[in-house]
């Protein structure tokens, strides 16, 4: 077997990159899928965990189910978002998208 | 070595270079289509991983809902909201280079604690034979969430339904 290590080394680069790309990029787009990599990451973490540490109880798989089930229902309304506001403000840029900026 | 542990750390580098390499495609690729399809490929990358993990229903999820629905759904964003971004500037913000300093800082300090953690992993025997879970896991998956966790399961039906609708009339066109 794969040493628990290298998993949760693996799924926490894959965490940083994410979140490097929700802190970079310009496009609203680029940021959800950003978010995705890191929710990704978590899911990883948590079969890595179930199949390592309680392989009898599947406790981790359920966990990952729900992190999916969310992720789905995130990227539905995050991008319904970024549609509507593309088309009231002619953009995706985040920076732009400074309406409710107090 | 064995060669199966051969065979499964060769895997374990591809889905590895597949994963992080199409993540860094996604946050480095100077257009934003690529970027959707570098996803693509990490996210197949985390399928080969949960293949691995002998999570096969969750390899399957994976590929159904990540692949099949939320990248799909990503590229079509793309696609409507496209013309303003197709040939700008660069895709990154000013402050790209805090950014990227934060999240080098944030995994060298994962790294470093998770590599000195004792994690309390089964003992070898328990991991290499396939325990009753493993083998049956499609069966105790449905059994566990519909016995234990049915609550979380109903509400998650829930949050769905919300969501769909919320979808539905945030992207609606308004008529004026």
Known sequence: MIPLHWWLIVAAA??????????SRKNAIGVLMGIELMLNAVNVNLVAFWR???PQVLTGQIFAIF??????????????IIIAAYRRRDTVIVDELDIMRW | MPVDQIVKTVVFVIFTVM???????????????????????????????????????LAAVQLLIYIGAIAILILFAIMLSRGLMAER???SNQQWWIAALVALL????????????????????????PSNAISQEGSQLGRD?????????EVASVLLLVALIGAVILARETES
């Open chain 2, 145 to 153: 969430l519909l016995g234990p966790y049915v609550i979380p399961f």
């Open chain 1, 52 to 54: 390592y540490i309680t």
């Open chain 2, 19 to 57: 994963t992080l390499g199409g993540g860094l495609g996604v946050v480095v690729s100077p257009r934003i289509f690529h970027s959707a399809l570098f996803l693509v490929l990490s996210f197949a990358g985390v399928v080969g991983y949960y293949v691995l993990l002998d999570a096969g229903f």
């Open chain 2, 89 to 91: 500037q660069s895709q």
């Open chain 1, 67 to 80: 992190v999916i089930t969310v992720a789905a229902a995130e990227a539905a309304v995050g991008l319904a």
């Open chain 2, 106 to 129: 944030i995994f060298v300090v994962l790294a470093a604690v998770l590599w000195r953690v004792d994690w309390p992993v089964a003992s070898q025997q328990a991991l290499a034979s």
């Open chain 1, 14 to 23: 894959l965490f940083c990159i994410g979140l490097y790309g929700v802190l």
